[in-house]
């Protein structure tokens, strides 16, 4: 990546800058006192970097490859059913309209649709010394959806304000999934930690490989599940690094209007959270890859806890799904809109 700008940003002001590029993909940053955000626009408009500036911590996971431009480095068969693997490096992307690959009314979706890996349009909305805000939209090339998304960065203050619109541009109504792919790593959870949030319920994926945790589809009251031994466990402590490898998900949900989660450090003094809109986004994915796949894609050697926001369970029988009203409906010529916030909470300062 071209170097970031050096020099030191005024105290109590904010800063925004797109002149950056990482192969060929647009890199905007925004900055404060506290927070530094890159955002690839050329990519999905991923948030890369979410970095805490007092403690020198990028929050987001970050695997050891590359970050590639998928219109540079091509796979091998490109339709295939882990596309999203192919070119997956950590961080926080945004998701739709699906989840697994498949046919949806004669449109064939790639792993995790196909948002995450088009180029979005943006543009510099607000550069105050108060506040920044940047604007990114998109149209994917097989669902007639423009995706449109607002990010704001206020002047003292460690959160990031995300507001977005979603547009049905087809004459036929699109029933849909939603999802903000949000993810950790190290350094932050090494010596493990631990996940706070409003959910009420606890349920694991049945569709994960043996190495798992979790005991499949018997529904906990969280943060209590059942794990492999039939025993109950609290699903809410993150095991250090050092602990035994295994893979899970799970679904956390019944949460109030406005959902939250806040994943702390083991000493707990140090927090990234996380509200949404609970009437869009009505689960909350917990994934873990420790270190326990040893085949493609992740060969033995990926530790990533993700918490991500989803609008539905990831399907087994999408058409099912669809027709129990499991996806998100978007009628014909018409919008909806939602909102995220990201935070970081530091008990130190």
């Not at 800063?15 to 999905?44: A, T």
């Not at 607002?150 to 995300?162: A, G, P, V």
């Not at 014909?332 to 935070?343: D, G, L, P, R």
């Amino acid at each position: 990546m071209h170097k970031i700008p050096s020099k030191e940003f005024p105290t109590h002001r904010c800063s925004i800058n797109d002149d950056w590029s990482y192969k060929n993909m647009r890199v905007v940053w925004m900055e404060n006192d506290f927070l530094r955000i890159g955002i690839l626009v050329g990519r999905g408009s991923d948030i890369f970097e979410f970095k805490y500036k007092v403690r020198d911590l990028n929050f987001m996971l970050k695997l050891d490859k590359e970050i590639h431009n998928p219109a540079e480095m091509m796979s091998q068969i490109r339709d295939t059913t882990n596309q999203m693997e192919d070119y997956y490096y950590g961080g926080w992307q945004e998701v739709m309209p699906n989840s697994a690959a498949g046919p949806y009314r004669n449109a064939s979706l790639g792993q995790h649709g196909e948002i995450w890996m088009i180029p979005w349009k943006h543009a510099i909305v607000e550069n105050s010394a108060s506040q920044v805000v940047l604007k990114c939209w998109t149209r994917p090339l097989r669902i007639p959806l423009l995706v449109e998304k607002t990010l704001t960065l206020k002047h003292n203050s460690c959160t990031l304000f995300i507001d977005e619109k979603l547009s049905n541009e087809g004459r036929t109504d699109l029933d849909i999934m939603w999802g903000h792919h949000i993810a950790f790593g190290l350094p932050f959870l090494k010596n493990g930690g631990f996940i706070e949030t409003n959910a009420k319920k606890i349920v694991a994926e049945k569709s994960m490989p043996d190495h798992r945790l979790f005991a499949p589809e018997i529904e906990g009251v969280w943060p209590e599940i059942m794990n492999q031994n039939h025993e109950v466990i609290d699903a809410s402590i993150i095991p250090p690094e050092s602990a035994m490898p295994y893979s899970d998900l799970a679904y956390l949900s019944g949460f109030d209007s406005k959902a939250f989660y806040t994943i702390f450090n083991n000493d707990r003094d140090l927090g990234f959270s996380v509200s949404w809109n609970a009437g869009i986004f009505k689960y909350l994915w917990y994934w873990q890859e420790r270190f326990a796949t040893q085949d493609a894609p992740w060969w033995g050697k990926t530790y990533a806890i993700a918490l991500e926001p989803w609008t539905t369970k990831h399907p087994s029988d999408p058409l099912a799904s669809i027709a129990e009203g499991d996806y998100l409906h978007i009628s014909a010529e018409t919008s909806i809109q939602s909102w995220i916030e990201a935070t970081v909470i530091d008990y130190k300062l």
